[in-house]
């Protein structure tokens, strides 16, 4: 790709569906979308049980979802905070205990309950709901519903809704924080001569006069922007991955006119899987099976139905965005899309301002995956070429409690601290041990950025914190000014944030500790001075 080309794809932040809004001003429905609020924390969502039927021809959809939920705390007559954005609306809601009202305000249901509630209570809301979703001008990079049609003409349907939310269509406790940890089960009720396609295990078909009713299992936690229907004319195809955990599903549902095309593309799953396990550990949803979907965008992470639009090329429709040419080996949907298994989908970040936990590690996967499929030498180029996408505009951390996304810097820049980060341990298989760790210890679990700092300085034994903020919370890119006399090296760091502990190894072997203040070491050999071109660092010869 074009060097214009990618700048600008990362300059506007339009890569799978993120984006900075650098001077907007939050509302209180921000506020009441991205935070815990009163209606929301107490209690605790178990499952969802829905259902959802698109119109293709009015651009609408209905369905309903029974959400069942724990109570976290005594409380009375409490107010229960259900998500569902406009133009899309609740026609009834019931609940399994005495309600005294609900009303619907703008993108929310509000439930008032009549009752003395005890902590540990389990209890259902049902919501039924319809209406003319937002439609999508550009998924996935925007949110909304689309309603297209394939080459040859057949109706295809889906939703991307990672940064507007799940509520955008679906009645939920839309927080990041709180997932269904039992999983839901999901019906896509279509034409019969389509077919629906949702997340998990398909566990019925079942006709119903000139419908079909599909109805997919999801065991595991997941994510609300990750429970997507598609709709299609699609056809299926399967394969079995051996890996760690046993016998993997690798489910496959494509449009009937590519699959031939999808049997050549969709052979690098089982590598890409294999890498990945070796890095990450476990493939984190057996249960579920893994599962490449046709979908009329581009692609997202869905969980165990991750969304695939690249044209069946490789590289990121068919570019580099590395710009070294690294990147044309292997399919870049398939492979980042899938990587967000373990980072998004395995481990989630608890508010949308730490989506960088999804973002920089699973763009480092990209990393990662080309050095078991190719060799180092070629995914540290790649790991250096995709820093020419940084805009360093401004920080990756965005605003708490608004639903705010930080800088779609969280993707390259992010990736390159965590390049950093691994030259900075020096021990790529403690390094390694970390990651699996990481997708073991906070399995299905939503996470904070502290969470995050604090396990790799724990388990790596360093104290990374001032690497974190430097990269996540600046904007700056630390400088290594230097001047070598034959033997004699002085060097200090410039534009750093203070007491930066970043340590670099030089000529190979010999590490030094730049801070602010000039130092003055003597080298092994008096030849000009080799740096490591891994550090995502600036050197400068001040001489």
Avoid at 79 to 90: E, G, N, R, S, T
Avoid at 314 to 328: A, E, F, H, I, K
Avoid at 423 to 451: A, P, S, W
Wanted: aromatic fraction near 14%; avoid cysteine; glycine fraction near 8%.
């Amino acid at each position: 790709m074009k060097k214009l080309t990618y700048t600008l794809l990362f300059a506007s932040g339009l890569v799978f569906g993120q984006f900075f809004e650098k001077d907007k001003v939050f509302t209180k429905q921000d506020t009441l979308k991205g935070s815990d609020t009163p209606f929301r924390n107490f209690w605790d969502v178990k499952k969802y049980d829905l259902s959802v039927e698109p119109d293709f021809a009015q651009k609408s959809i209905k369905g309903y979802n029974k959400i069942s939920f724990e109570i976290t705390k005594d409380i009375t007559d409490p107010v229960f905070q259900i998500d569902l954005q406009q133009p899309m609306k609740a026609d009834k809601v019931n609940a399994n205990f005495p309600v005294a009202n609900y009303k619907q305000d703008g993108d929310f249901i509000f439930v008032t309950a009549k009752k003395k509630f005890k902590k540990g209570e389990k209890y259902t809301l049902d919501v039924t709901y319809s209406g003319n979703p937002v439609i999508a001008k550009n998924a996935p990079w925007d949110g909304g519903w689309v309603f297209a049609k394939d080459e040859k003409g057949n109706p295809w349907m889906s939703v991307a809704d990672e940064g507007i939310g799940a509520s955008i269509w679906l009645p939920t406790k839309d927080i990041w924080s709180d997932e269904p940890e039992n999983g839901i089960i999901m019906k896509i009720i279509t034409p019969n001569d389509l077919v629906g396609v949702g997340n998990g295990r398909l566990i019925s078909k079942k006709a119903e006069g000139s419908k079909t009713a599909y109805t997919w299992e999801v065991k595991n936690a997941i994510n609300a922007y990750s429970i997507i229907p598609n709709i299609g004319k699609y056809v299926n195809f399967k394969e079995i991955f051996t890996g760690e955990k046993g016998k993997l599903d690798l489910d496959y549902w494509v449009l009937d006119y590519n699959l031939e095309k999808a049997k050549k593309q969709f052979q690098q799953v089982k590598p890409m899987m294999s890498a990945f396990e070796y890095w990450f550990g476990p493939y984190p949803f057996y249960e579920d099976s893994y599962k490449l979907v046709d979908s009329p965008y581009l692609g997202m992470e869905h969980q165990s139905n991750v969304a695939y639009g690249n044209g069946y090329m490789n590289g990121y429709r068919g570019s580099d965005l590395s710009g070294t040419g690294v990147g044309l080996n292997w399919d870049y949907i398939i492979i980042h899309e899938s990587g967000h298994e373990w980072y998004a989908n395995n481990i989630t970040a608890k508010d949308q301002a730490d989506m960088w936990i999804h973002e920089s590690f699973t763009m480092y996967s990209e990393v990662l995956f080309t050095e078991k499929y190719m060799d180092k030498k070629s995914a540290d180029q790649y790991a250096i070429g995709i820093r020419g996408n940084i805009q360093n505009d401004v920080p990756i951390i965005g605003k708490y409690g608004v639903r705010n996304e930080g800088s779609g810097d969280m993707y390259p820049k992010g990736a390159s601290m965590i390049h950093t980060i691994r030259q900075v341990i020096n021990n790529d298989e403690k390094f390694r041990q970390i990651l699996r760790g990481m997708n073991k210890d906070f399995y299905h679990q939503t996470v904070t950025t502290k969470q995050i700092e604090d396990y790799m300085s724990s388990k790596s034994g360093m104290d990374l914190s001032s690497i974190f903020d430097q990269y996540l919370r600046t904007v700056k890119i630390p400088t290594l000014e230097y001047s070598q006399n034959g033997e004699s090296l002085k060097f200090r760091y410039t534009n750093g944030v203070k007491d930066l502990k970043l340590p670099v190894i030089i000529n190979g072997d010999q590490t030094i500790n730049p801070t602010e203040t000039w130092q003055t070491i003597k080298l092994k050999k008096s030849t000009p001075i080799e740096f490591n071109k891994n550090y995502y660092i600036n050197y400068k010869n001040v001489q």
